[in-house]
Every structure is written in C-alpha cells, then in structure tokens.
C-alpha cells in the first residue's frame, strides 16, 4: 500500500516532538564537507528514526536523504526525506527550521509536508487536492509587481569559493523588489509563497530533499515552480527554483534570464 499524506504528517510531527525534545543539547555543530556547511547529532538522530519507519512501513520504496544518502528501492515510489532543513538556524536556536517529507511516484511528487517544530506549523499538499497549513487551505498571493513584492531566497555552501553564489541575483532584485529576506530553511521559503507570505521565492544549486515537498505545497497553493531558467523538472539538476504565483513568476523568470544573459 502507498503512503497517504496522514502517514508523513504524523512521521513529521513524531520527528518535530524529537527535534523539541531535544532542544537545546541537540544543537552540537559537527561541520561536513565546507566549514560552513554543519550537521547536529540531531539531524542524524531523526533521519535514522524516519528512515526506520519508512522502511519498517514501507519497504521497497527509495529514500533519498541528506544526512545518509538514503537507499535504492524495487518499485516506483521515493522518498525524498531532510531530517531539518535550516540546520544552521537550529544550531543557534533560530527557530525557522523543519522536517520536510515528500513522496513521490514514478518522478511525480504526490505527498509533501514540511513541519515547523517550534511554531507547531504543519504545512502540507496531495496532488491535486490542495495546500493546508494546520489543516487550513492556503493560496499563494496575487501580487505581481516586483516593486511591491516581497521575496525571499538562499545561497549555497560554497559560496566562498564557488562563483554560482547567488549574490548577483541577490543584488539585481534588491535594487527591484519592495524587500527581500534569507530566512535560512529552503522547505519553510517554498510554504512561505504558500501561504501568502512572500510573494516570490528563488534559490540556485538546492538538492532534491530541500525542494520536493515545499515544490507540491507551493504548486497546490496555485504557485508556478520551475527552475530558474524555466525548466519544470526540479528534480533534473542543476536543481535551483523559482516559485511565485504565475505572473509574478513570469516577471522574475524574466529577470533571470536577462541577468544570465548579461553573464
Ligand atoms: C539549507 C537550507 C538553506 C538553503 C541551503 C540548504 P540545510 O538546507 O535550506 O535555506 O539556502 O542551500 O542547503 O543544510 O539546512 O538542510
Ligand atoms: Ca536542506
Ligand atoms: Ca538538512
């Protein structure tokens, strides 16, 4: 039997309930492949408790996870798990962090939830059912003037190092929108323009476990989500996003394209 989305949202809950129980010790800071990129005891701490339950529930799907890579299945569904996405907010007890839990069937994202612990904000989507969050159907809005939109957007680990940084993006729409905000968790951004409460939302280089549930949930609040050069496949790489409601996404689709054509 497949999952239904009332599986992942109690997954997420149950790992919300680790993440608070661990707070504040959990927040011990290894670093993993650049010295700013880090991971808790508590990132690898949840992603074993679900990959546990996933497979004990399960077996035979995929898992596609951060912290252990996850596992190859015999069927057509995956899992695309990140045990809390906004790890180095967590870290400094910055509470704008989740677990985000997608499943997909044959590629086609079916089920998303991405879960805010500390604020008890359960975001979630079905495909072709709509966005709630806590159970409350969410849209996206319709605000489609850069100059009075607010966006929000992330950068990369190996910004120090590694020119794709984002930061000319940063500066073309900065000088463009009404405001702009980095608030540190790519799953919370994408339910963010799900909920109305940014309007726009584009980051580049993410990898498949950021983006797969919030992608759902923003694309069942009516948001377009593409990549940043308008490809719709988020999980082909380069995986970088935009999602904002649909003509404020042709708008900024625009001005990526002219910022990647100046290059
Ligand atoms: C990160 C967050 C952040 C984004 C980074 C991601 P992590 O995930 O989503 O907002 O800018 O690119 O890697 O490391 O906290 O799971
Ligand atoms: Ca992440
Ligand atoms: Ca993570």
């Not at 990129?37 to 898992?63: C, H, M, N, Q, S």
């Not at 086609?108 to 991405?114: A, D, K, P, R, T």
């Amino acid at each position: 039997m497949p999952p239904e989305l009332s599986d992942l949202k109690r997954l997420a809950r149950e790992a919300g309930q680790m993440i608070r129980a661990v707070e504040p010790a959990g927040r011990s800071q290894h670093t993993k492949d650049t010295s700013i990129d880090i991971v808790t005891e508590t990132d690898r701490a949840v992603e074993d408790f679900l990959l546990g339950e996933i497979r004990a529930g399960f077996p035979g799907d995929a898992i596609i996870a951060e912290e252990s890579g996850g596992s190859p299945g015999e069927g057509n569904g995956a899992w695309y798990i990140d045990p809390i996405d906004g790890t180095t907010n967590f870290a400094h007890g910055l509470p704008l962090f989740s677990v985000s839990i997608a499943f997909a069937v044959a590629g086609v994202i079916q089920l998303g939830v991405v879960y805010n612990p500390v604020l008890d904000e359960l975001y979630s989507a079905a495909r072709g059912q709509g966005a709630w969050l806590n159970d409350i159907p969410k849209r996206c809005t319709q605000e489609d003037i850069l100059e009075r939109a607010l966006l929000v957007t992330g950068f990369p680990y190996d910004r120090f190092s590694n020119p794709v940084n984002n930061l000319r993006q940063f500066n073309h729409f900065a000088l463009k929108a009404q405001g702009m905000r980095r608030l540190g968790s790519a799953a919370l951004d994408l339910c963010y323009v799900a909920a109305g409460r940014v309007d726009g939302y584009w980051e580049m280089r993410l990898a498949p476990w950021d983006l797969a549930a919030g992608w759902l949930i923003a694309e069942e609040a009516g948001a377009v989500v593409t990549r940043t050069d308008g490809v719709t496949d988020l999980l082909k790489p380069p995986h970088s996003i935009l999602a904002a409601n649909p003509a404020l996404h042709a708008v900024m689709l625009a001005e990526l394209w002219s910022i990647a054509a100046a290059l």
